[in-house]
């Protein structure tokens, strides 16, 4: 995989949500790691594949036809748009997605078994997810973007 900038709604270079779990193995090859997330009676399965060589990690949900449905980033080799952003302070990032103006932004606290103090700030116009420890961020998540009133992805072309 070479382009490395992260695309909100659409994927990372030709890893474009919608495309199947077999197109997704044909691009990166092999995960690591493949973990099933059980369902309940609202949703159904997920499956997460990780590449940890990469610090990369996908998911496919069963109610979306096993299509390619978030994808998350924990390399500094991954750039959004065009901004190392992941190592900067909590702070740093919040300046630098409001230059960026993407919505507005919820923060909510993780509360976990280990002592890290972790947080997951959220814009839900641009289906983005940023998760910071001990008030670095580690992570970024996005998924396609989501249409409110058909309560559905839009599936990028």
């Given at each position: 995989m070479t382009a490395k900038n992260?695309?909100?709604g659409?994927?990372?270079g030709n890893l474009k949500f919608g495309i199947t779990r077999k197109e997704v193995?044909?691009?990166l090859g092999e995960p690591s790691e493949k973990e099933t997330i059980d369902g309940d009676e609202d949703m159904g399965s997920s499956e997460a594949w990780h590449y940890d060589e990469l610090e990369l990690s996908v998911t496919f949900d069963e109610d979306d036809d096993w299509k390619l449905s978030s994808i998350a980033a924990s390399s500094s080799d991954f750039t959004f748009e065009g901004v190392d952003l992941l190592?900067?302070?909590q702070e740093e990032v919040m300046q630098q997605i409001e230059i960026m103006n993407l919505?507005?932004?919820e923060t909510e606290e993780i509360v976990?078994?280990?002592d890290e103090d972790q947080?997951?700030?959220t814009i839900a116009e641009v289906s983005l997810n940023l998760w910071f420890e001990n008030g670095k961020l580690s992570e970024i998540q996005w998924a396609p973007y989501w249409d409110e009133e058909e309560e559905e992805y839009i599936w990028p072309e």
């Open positions: 992260i695309e909100l659409k994927g990372i193995a044909a691009i190592g900067l302070s919505g507005d932004i976990g078994e280990e947080q997951v700030a």
